[in-house]
């Protein structure tokens, strides 16, 4: 069976694809972003190639280059690399899984594959077995995102048994608000090691409640040391302080999904935290406003996520 170095847990950023301003991939400034995750948010982990990174609007070639950097930038600075190699041709997926094994990544995860759907658990399992079989030193993640996939097989389902069809399954990444099927998943399966990270990140706390054992998210590249103060909060057993934390980094979320929130915007966002250029998205998707960018620049600056840490004088909205 797989064993990674040590068990998925805490934080994991779901990366973005920096690009230039004519939609090619900007590997130059990968580096830094290993760094700065590192060194400005605390973050170790991350998911490459996922929903945020554009993944599924890349060529073949184009994943395989992103995962060989980020793996190559990321040796003795980060803890775990974790591929995204979900398509919807199989050959590719497991191409893709292969690669990720040859150039030392952590792990793999895939997603349900979401044109031609699989119809129940047993066809998606196979699917995930094939994939899972091209890389078979590698542990293996599923992907649950039932909204962007139309696939609604519950993750509770799904996990009935998993490990005997795939021995190298250790977890999932549940990007999903039904917290009942994700109690389930925990509940069902306490006797076994895996990995239960939750990818709703205005949420967390409530799936930590529910036994999350760590999270991928988006939010993570900009708003990781934050999120990490809740998760140090819940440790603590300081329920409080984690329910303030966490209320700090929903006031962010609420304001910006109001604005219309997406990968694009997350570019934006991240772009303006960490002065790191992440570029437009690729088409179909389409650059955020300069309306949106000048609402969150300002939200950000009143809930101190984008200067100094440290609360300013008669700003209501501060975080501590």
């Known amino acids: 069976m797989a064993s990674p170095k040590k068990k998925l847990q805490g934080l994991v950023a779901a990366t973005i694809t920096p690009m230039t301003e004519h939609g090619e991939i900007n590997f130059s400034v990968i580096g830094q972003y290993v760094d700065y995750l590192v060194e400005e948010q605390g973050v170790k982990n991350i998911f490459v190639n996922g929903t945020t990174g554009e993944g599924l609007s890349l060529s073949v070639s184009e994943r395989r280059r992103v995962a060989e950097e980020w793996v190559t930038k990321g040796r003795n600075k980060l803890d775990q690399v974790v591929i995204h190699v979900g398509a919807l041709s199989l050959k590719e997926s497991q191409e893709l899984a292969q ?54 097989i519950r993750a509770e389902e799904l996990l009935d048994g998993i490990q005997d069809k795939i021995p190298t399954f250790q977890g999932l990444k549940f990007s999903d608000t039904d917290l009942l099927d994700f109690g389930q998943c925990v509940d069902q399966n306490r006797q076994r090691q895996f990995a239960f990270l939750f990818g709703v990140d205005e949420q967390l706390l409530s799936a930590l409640v529910m036994g999350a054992t760590g999270a991928v998210g988006s939010t993570y590249n900009y708003l990781g040391k934050k999120t990490n103060q ?13 329910l303030n934390h966490q209320f700090c980094i929903q006031r962010f979320i609420n304001f910006v999904l109001k604005l219309g929130f997406g990968v694009s915007q997350t570019k934006a966002i991240m772009t303006l935290v960490s002065g790191i250029p992440m570029g437009p998205p690729r088409p179909p998707l389409q650059k955020a406003s300069r309306e949106f960018i000048d609402n969150a620049k300002a939200k950000l600056k009143s809930l101190d996520f984008l200067l100094s840490t440290d609360l300013k004088d008669g700003n209501f909205e501060s975080c501590s």
Do not use: R
């Open 99 to 152: 690669h990720a094994a040859e150039i030392g990544a952590d792990g793999i995860a895939v997603i349900a594959p979401f044109f031609l759907k699989p119809w129940n658990k047993d066809v998606l399992i196979n699917f995930l077995k094939e994939v899972a079989a091209a890389a078979p030193a590698l542990p293996f993640y599923y992907y649950h995102i039932p909204a962007l996939t139309g696939v609604k």
């Open 230 to 242: 809740m998760l140090e909060a819940f440790e603590q057993k300081d329920f409080s302080s984690a």
